[in-house]
Each structure stands twice: as C-alpha cells, then as structure tokens.
C-alpha cells in the first residue's frame, strides 16, 4: 500500500493544547510542496499558517473550518492517487490522537523549569530528544523564550532544546548580570554550567544573536555552531525608534504600533501577544531595566558593540537568517557575514522571520547544525 | 512567576507587598487584627471575610483595629493620607459608606484642589460590591455610579485575580482617593498572578474577548456574565467583543468608542441600580461621541431599581444573568439598519 501522510494540528509554544482551524488554504486534489501552508490556525496566542510535513497530493480535510481540536489531532490527508478512497477512510477511522495523559508521559519533565544562576532565578524550558548537542535558544531584547513556540518543538523532534528567559526577561527575576553583551554572554555560559550542558549549537534572534556571537568569540568550545536570526552586532544601523518605544510603553494603545514593527505582516500582532508582552512590562523594575539596557547597547540609533563582525576570526559555523523586511535591524547587515556563513535572505518576514517564516527556518537551523 | 490564586489571596499580597515596599502604607479597619475586640495575632480575623488575614503577624501594628465607626476611621485615614502616609481603609461594605461621606466627597475629594494642589490625599477606600450573597438590601448594593459621578475620587472595580493586585498596588501609589469595590462572588475566583510586584494603570479598559458584532461594555463580575453570553452566541454564530472597564473613574471612553466604531452596536452590562448608572453614562458618551457608527439602538441590562430582595429566588432574579445579556444583544442585533 503506497504511504499516507497524516496532517495534524502543530504545537506551537509550550502552552498550546489545541487550536482552531480558521481556513483552509488548499482544494483537495492540490499537489504539495514540503513547507507550502496549507491552512490557518488559530491559538490563544498567534494565528499562523500549518505548513505541510511532507509533500504529496491533499486527499481529505478531516478537519471543518471553526472546529477546535487538540493537538496531534488529524486534520487531513495526503496521499499517492493509487491510494483508493476505502483506504483513506480506514486511515481516517482508524486514526488515533494521542490523549492529553499519553502526552505529557512522552513529555514527562513539566513545561518550565527554574535554576538559580549567579544569584538569578531563571526559567527555562528542555525538552526534545534524548541524545545529541542540545539546541539553546536566546531571545531579543524584551523577549522571552515563547518568541521561539513555532521553532522549539520542530527542532526538538530530533535534537534536544533549550530556551531561557534571560535575566530581566520574561519569567526570570527583574534584574540584569550587567549592561553589556560581554556580561549577558558570560551569564549564558555559566547557565549553561549550571544546567550541565559542556556545548551546544546556539540559535539567537536580535539581541539575542549578538550575545551568541559574543559567547562564540570568548568561549569557544561552548558553542557548537551558531544560527543567528534577523541579529543584532553585524553593523552600527538600529531602530532605536523600537527598543525606547518598546521601552516607554504603558498601555496597549501605546505597544500595538510599536510591536506592530517586528513583523512583515502587522495583524501576527494578537491581543494576547500585546497582553502577555504588557504583563511583562508592567513588573516592577523592567521598565528601569530595559532603559539602562537599551542606552547601553542601542544609542541614537546605532548599535554600541558589535561582536558578530568578529566572527570572521573565529572556526564556528555560521548560518544568518534575515527577514527582508526587518524594520528593527536592516537586512543589509546580512552582507557582513563572515566567509563562509550560510546566508539565507527570506521574503515575506520582518524582524521575526522564526514566527513568520517558521518552516524555513527550522529548515535551515536543522541543516546548519548538521542534519 | 505565575501561579493561580484567588482574587480574595490578589488583595491580600498587593497590601503585603506595597506594605513592605513602603513603610507609609497602613491599614485600619473593622476585626483586621483581632476579633470582636480581641487583641492578638492567633486569633485575627482579617476581615469579615478573612481577606486581610495573616499581615498583623507580618506587619504588626501598622495595621490598626478601630471601632464601629465607619465616619470615624475613614476620616482618620484621610487626615493620615494628608499628612503624608498611604493610608488603606477596609470598610466591610459599601452600603455603609453612607455614614462617612462628607469625609469622602467633600474632603478627600477636594483637598488636591481647595489648597492649590499643595495638598494630597493618597488614601485607599476597599469594600465589598455586589448583590448574590444572601445579604439584603443593606450588605449587597453596587455604589459604583455614587464615586464616580464625584470629580476627585478615582473608582476601581476589577473582575480578575490579575487585575486585582495590579489595581490594588497603582490605587496604593497613586497620589489621590481610591474607591477600590471588590466583588465579594469574585473572592473565591482563581486566575494567574505573577509574584512579583506590578502595578496596572488606573484608567485603561481591557478587551477580554474580540469579536465584530456587537460590543458589550461591562465591569465586575458582569464581565463574567457577558463572557458566558458571548460563549452562547458564539454558537449561534454572533461574535461579540467584551469591553471590561476597570477603572470607572477616570473612564476609558478611547476603548469604548474604538470597540462600538467597529461593531456599530453597544450593549452596557451594570449591575448597578438602572437610573444614572455606569451603563446609562457609557450610553450616554457614546451617542454623544459615536452616534454616526451606531447601526441600531443601545441595550442595557441592569437589575430592577429595586432594592436588592432578600429572598433567594428573588435575588437570583434581581442580578442581570447571561441569558439576559445574549437576549440583549440579538435585540439590537435585530433592530435597525442592516
């Protein structure tokens, strides 16, 4: 019997339990290509496109535009035309969706964890495979590790990950190990000390990647390969219009428009997002924070350090992922890239391209770190 | 870290934090410390309901038993606010308030502008709101609309764990008069709440649920009954969008004009008396404000203006229900143009 391939409902970020499909974007009878959205679906946090696991022709929607399923719950079909009607009704019938409980065995360590470092209660997540060189990941500036929900459990199928709140971020406490990407990078390496994790390959986004390019250079044999998205430290050029926007706003009214500018497509921006970022901003101290952060590392619109130009000295392998349509930090920083990096420049993204192009990215961390 | 707690355990660690941020906030209030005139910690009451519980053994003697003077305490806490602390008055209800409203309305209120601003009053007013709890008449009122037709008194009335500590903490720090109105059915409510200190500005609405048909404007525990409508007409495929104010002073019409220009239909939810309440104001602003983006008539659901019954059954009736909410909503759905 030729091969059935199953479409079911993505896990996207730790929380997602189930999701609504809002649209299908493809007719049955419709070839497909690996990576091609085939339809939309909607979560408590973000809106996005399921792209198709494999390619192959659309035989069956299992699932009706407004239901709400779980996760791994099927939502259609593809299959070779050979394959008769009354074997995709058996495979339909006799598909099961793995229930909530068989779910969190496969998943048994809880959603987040908690570890003190220098001093500092940071939360982080691990998960994914067993063996391997883990994945760490590493948030923007006034980020926090949901930034990755479309990467983390697409990588983690085959690889084991990790992604933190960094200090002053997120879920970890209010407070930073110092002002510059030297100090931040120093309190990832001895994070990951602490979680016992000798190397790993690093996937940063923005502030994120440049404290990467920093660990890279200062602690070598830490860092198994680096995948820096949309990153900052490539050149002087930055909006700083974002970061103190970012920084200033109180209300939702104020954060829309500024978070607005992260994507190519503005209406990614849920009022769940807005909330969870607003929730964020209003602890106490994060505001005073993100000021001395961001004078520190973003004034006037350049960027004070840039390490990732050093990466030419160093032996790490280097993939650069861009949205074309970065507002934040421009896609012309990507031809700094040292020899030998991989560069991919992807249409249709902006300063998020792991969110808005979250196929393709996965794709590419998957081969830059050796798959 | 978030973790879910009730609303009741909210207002206890917003007091517990901002007391121990701030050595000028205090307490007074009725049986906060010990019971009946007791004095002593094992046996403090915190509270009628036990809300206050356990900050006496933590905080000690800034947390004042006072007498059976509602006039009395809430006018010490105002001078005390005057004189430069941050004074927190529980009163148990406030259908007593009555008795101390000259401090209130004619003090509190105007002191920032009778001595030129070179006075503030930054005192915090907490009672219990709301009809449901077998009470009557005189323990189950919704005063909301009394505070805020005074210029001078800020009013809060949160809906959520979340939003409680957050209010609670900004109506601490803020340098005028909060009427802070706790519902007493939403004590026992969870929700998540981060540990950590935050503090929600005074003055911002909360969109709880998007929709394009039709807008329901509320606060409180109605919130939760618009949200029950909005769950049954959503199978019916009408998507409404629900508007939870707050803060009814100051008022955040920018959400509400937003909200009704782009559905076109309002519906106040208040479960406060009918005549002049907060549903009849938002009405009110928004055929002043947005009449042109209005496709059929305002609703409004509130109770009878009536007293709160104290018969069960006739209680269960008074309060404004979600079948009532969603029948609300397909009457203006229904009418005008289309």
């Given amino acids: 019997m030729a091969a059935i391939t199953p479409i079911v409902m993505p896990k996207w970020g730790l929380s997602m339990k189930e999701g609504t499909v809002n649209d299908w974007l493809v007719e049955v009878g419709t070839q497909i290509d690996v990576g091609m959205p085939i339809l939309d679906v909607e979560t408590d946090k973000i809106a996005n496109a399921v792209e198709a696991p494999d390619a192959g022709l659309l035989r069956r929607k299992v699932a009706s535009?407004?239901?709400?399923?779980?996760?791994?719950?099927?939502?259609?079909?593809l299959a070779d035309p050979d394959v008769s009607e009354a074997d995709i009704d058996a495979f339909v019938a006799g598909f099961v969706v793995p229930t909530a409980d068989a779910q969190d065995d496969a998943d048994a360590a809880p959603a987040y964890q908690y570890v003190e470092v220098d001093g500092l209660r940071i939360r982080y997540a691990r998960r994914g495979a067993a063996q391997g060189?883990?994945?760490l990941f590493l948030h923007g500036f006034g980020g926090d590790l949901d930034n990755w929900l479309f990467n983390i459990d697409a990588i983690g199928e085959k690889h084991p990950v990790i992604a933190l709140d960094l200090p002053g971020h997120g879920q970890s406490t209010p407070k930073l190990p110092g002002i510059s990407l030297q100090a931040l990078a120093d309190f990832v390496g001895h994070f990951m000390a602490v979680i016992d994790v000798p190397q790993a390959h690093l996937v940063g986004h923005s502030m994120g990647g440049a404290i990467a390019a920093q660990l890279a250079l200062s602690q070598p044999q830490r860092v198994a390969s680096l995948s820096l998205i949309d990153s900052a430290g490539f050149g002087s050029e930055i909006n700083t219009g974002y970061t103190e926007g970012f920084t200033r706003a109180t209300s939702r009214r104020e954060l829309k428009p500024v978070l607005e500018l992260l994507f190519k497509d503005p209406t990614l921006v849920s009022r769940q997002m807005i909330d969870d970022v607003l929730k964020y901003k209003r602890l106490d101290g994060i505001t005073e924070l993100l000021e001395s952060l961001g004078s520190a590392l973003f004034k006037d619109g350049k960027q004070t350090t840039q390490p990732s130009l050093a990466l030419a000295s160093s032996n790490t392998p280097v993939l650069m992922v861009w949205?074309?349509?970065?507002q934040i930090v421009p896609a012309a920083h990507a031809a700094h890239a040292p020899k030998g990096a991989t560069v991919e420049l992807l249409d249709g993204a902006g300063h998020m391209a792991q969110m808005e192009r979250?196929?393709?990215v996965n794709r590419l961390i998957l081969r830059c770190i050796g798959d | 870290m978030a973790r879910k707690i009730s609303m009741k355990t909210a207002v206890n660690e917003a007091i517990d934090q901002e007391m121990t941020r701030d050595p000028s906030v205090i307490m007074m209030g009725e049986d906060i410390v010990g019971g009946a005139g007791c004095k002593g910690e094992e046996d403090a009451w915190g509270g009628v309901l036990g809300v206050t519980k356990g900050l006496y053994a933590k905080h000690g003697d800034r947390l004042l038993d006072t007498p059976l003077s509602e006039s009395a305490y809430v006018g010490a806490a105002i001078g005390a606010a005057a004189c430069g602390m941050r004074p927190i008055a529980e009163l148990m209800f406030i259908d007593f308030m009555g008795v101390c409203f000259d401090q209130i309305y004619n003090q509190a209120a105007k002191f920032r502008y009778m001595f030129g601003g070179k006075a503030e009053t930054p005192v915090v007013i907490r009672a219990m709101v709301g009809a449901g709890f077998r009470a009557a008449a005189q323990h189950s009122q919704m005063l909301t609309p009394l505070f805020t037709h005074i210029p001078g008194l800020k009013v809060v009335c949160p809906s959520t764990p979340y939003d409680t500590k957050g209010l609670l903490i900004q109506s601490i720090r803020d340098n005028d008069p909060v009427i802070f109105c706790e519902h007493k059915n939403l004590y026992a409510l969870e929700g998540e709440v981060p540990e950590a200190s935050y503090a929600?500005?005074?003055?911002?609405?909360?969109?709880?649920?998007e929709g394009k048909h039709c807008s329901i404007v509320t606060y409180g525990l109605m919130v939760h009954r618009a949200l029950d409508a909005a769950a049954t007409l959503a199978k019916e495929g009408i998507e409404v969008e629900i508007v939870d104010l707050r803060t009814l002073s100051p008022l955040d019409m920018d959400t509400v004009l937003d909200s009704v220009t782009k559905t076109g239909r309002l519906v106040c939810v208040d479960e406060a008396s009918p005549r002049c309440n907060i549903g009849t104001d938002i009405a009110a602003q928004v055929c002043m404000q947005a009449f042109g983006a209005l496709k059929a008539q305002i609703e409004?659901?509130?109770?009878?203006?009536?007293?709160v019954p104290f018969s069960p059954t006739l209680e269960d009736l008074y309060i404004p229900s979600a079948a009532q909410?969603?029948?609300?909503?397909?009457?203006?759905?229904?009418?005008?143009?289309?």
């Fill in chain 1, 65 to 77: 535009e407004g239901d709400v399923l779980p996760v791994k719950a099927l939502l259609g079909v």
């Fill in chain 1, 133 to 135: 060189v883990p994945v």
């Fill in chain 1, 323 to 326: 949205g074309r349509d970065d």
């Fill in chain 1, 358 to 360: 979250a196929g393709d």
């Fill in chain 2, 200 to 209: 929600i500005p005074l003055g911002e609405a909360n969109v709880v649920r």
């Fill in chain 2, 300 to 307: 409004q659901v509130s109770p009878p203006h009536t007293p």
């Fill in chain 2, 325 to 338: 909410v969603a029948d609300a909503v397909r009457r203006t759905l229904k009418g005008g143009k289309h």
